[in-house]
């Protein structure tokens, strides 16, 4: 029997995506929600729940999801710190998948990125350099944030090394410093770049977005991991083995 799914946030970019991606892969779109519709109507008949819609939506999904005991995957981001928090012990209620990239190109990156700091030490000067379309509002964007999250852990620094930009008389770059660069413009979907550089070689691990139909094949492959899995909150690095 294909997995049956329920798809919050229907009508938006990535809802429309998931479930031609879903079609596609042979599983069973058994309700397709958005704003205004209701959530419980369909959820009887879902082995699991997708949602990509909008932050509000997160709070009353997991209040429903936990009561009826349905496997979650959460791809919506933009969730203050605080309420993220509260957000998190409410989804381990159930088993639950959280990531904010479903790539598995991009979750991959991460666990170079983790490998290669390690791996080459301080000496090798960090920088991360993100593109993305022209009409994207917040930088850096939350994937290369997580690549400076995992760099600054495994060289045990702090937010205050991290450079955002550079101009006008910067003095020497200091051993300690991690660099991000944003470009915005055109179409861009997403590139990421995490460079290492030290006296007489560089290494540089690129990931480039072209099509938003990555993020849908990665939640899907979370949503067939998950039904497995017990209660709790995983990421993608949990559903690829990558830890
Ligand atoms: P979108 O604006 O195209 O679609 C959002 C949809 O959600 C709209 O149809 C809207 O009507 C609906 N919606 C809003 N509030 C709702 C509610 N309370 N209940 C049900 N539906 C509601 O946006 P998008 O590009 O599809 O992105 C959706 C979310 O997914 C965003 O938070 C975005 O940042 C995130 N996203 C995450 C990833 C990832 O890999 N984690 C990838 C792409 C997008």
């Not at 999904?61 to 979650?72: F, I, M, N, S, Y």
């Not at 410093?177 to 030290?198: K, P, Q, T, Y």
Request: proline fraction near 3%.
């Amino acid at each position: 029997m294909p997995l049956r799914l329920l798809i919050n946030g229907s009508k938006g970019r990535m809802g429309r995506e998931i479930a031609v991606t879903a079609t596609d892969l042979g599983l069973a779109v058994v309700a397709a929600v958005d704003l205004g519709d209701d959530l419980a109507a369909g959820i009887a008949q879902a082995d699991a729940i997708v949602d990509f819609s909008s932050a509000h939506a997160t709070r009353p999904l997991l209040e429903l999801a936990v009561a009826r005991g349905k496997p979650v995957v959460i791809g919506t981001t933009g969730h203050a710190p605080e309420e993220k928090r509260a957000l998190l012990a409410l989804a381990a209620r159930v088993p639950c998948v959280w990531a904010g990239n479903y790539s598995v190109g991009v979750n991959l990156l991460y666990a170079l990125t983790r490998r290669a700091a390690s791996v080459l030490g301080a000496d090798y000067d960090a920088e991360v350099v993100e593109m993305h379309h022209r009409f994207k509002k917040d930088a850096p964007s939350g994937t290369a944030a997580r690549l400076l999250e995992i760099i600054l852990a495994e060289r045990q620094l702090t937010a205050e090394s991290l450079r955002h930009g550079r101009q006008g008389i910067t003095g020497e770059r200091q051993p300690s410093e991690v660099g991000i660069h944003s470009l915005r413009g055109g179409d861009v979907v997403g590139d990421h770049s995490v460079i290492f550089a030290a006296l007489g070689e560089r290494l540089e691990l690129t990931h480039k977005a072209s099509d938003r139909g990555i993020f849908a094949r990665g939640a899907l492959r979370a949503a067939q991991w998950v039904v497995a899995q017990p209660a709790g909150v995983y990421d993608m690095q949990d559903v690829l083995g990558l830890k």
